[in-house]
């Protein structure tokens, strides 16, 4: 994918001549960030995975984080899900009884504290 516009909140990129992605700060490595990395380049090439397809904007959610990228299973629908099976995901948003975490293809799933 090729790097095309940076932001406050990430980078775009592009994947074709009619389907660009956008890779959340938070998304761009397993490390929380501040600002996007000056080693990311305008026109370098960025590996990703896609976490959302939104079909109507012909845009993709994304994510470089390397634990994500190099996971071997992605769960993509609840119904894949079996009990004491690891999965990698991200921590979405903490709450009072716990975190949400998502996966792929808006899959969500919580976990007590």
């Given at each position: 994918m090729?790097?095309l516009?940076?932001?406050?909140?990430?980078?775009?990129?592009?994947?074709?001549?009619?389907?660009?992605?956008h890779?959340h700060?938070?998304?761009?490595?397993?490390?929380?960030?501040?600002?996007?990395?000056?080693?990311?380049?305008?026109?370098?090439?960025?590996?990703?995975?896609v976490?959302?397809?939104?079909k109507?904007?012909?845009?993709?959610?994304?994510?470089?984080?390397?634990?994500l990228?190099?996971?071997?299973?992605?769960?993509?629908s609840v119904?894949?899900a079996?009990?004491?099976?690891l999965?990698?995901?991200?921590?979405?948003k903490?709450?009072d009884?716990?975190?949400?975490v998502?996966?792929y293809?808006?899959?969500?799933?919580?976990?007590?504290?």
């Amino acid at each position: 994918m090729l790097f095309l516009q940076c932001e406050i909140r990430g980078i775009h990129v592009k994947l074709s001549d009619y389907v660009t992605g956008h890779v959340h700060l938070r998304q761009l490595t397993d490390v929380p960030l501040g600002a996007v990395p000056k080693r990311l380049q305008v026109g370098s090439k960025v590996k990703c995975r896609v976490l959302l397809v939104h079909k109507a904007r012909r845009q993709l959610t994304l994510t470089a984080k390397k634990s994500l990228i190099q996971s071997d299973f992605q769960l993509t629908s609840v119904a894949a899900a079996k009990v004491n099976m690891l999965l990698t995901g991200y921590v979405s948003k903490m709450t009072d009884v716990g975190a949400i975490v998502v996966f792929y293809n808006g899959v969500r799933g919580s976990s007590a504290a």
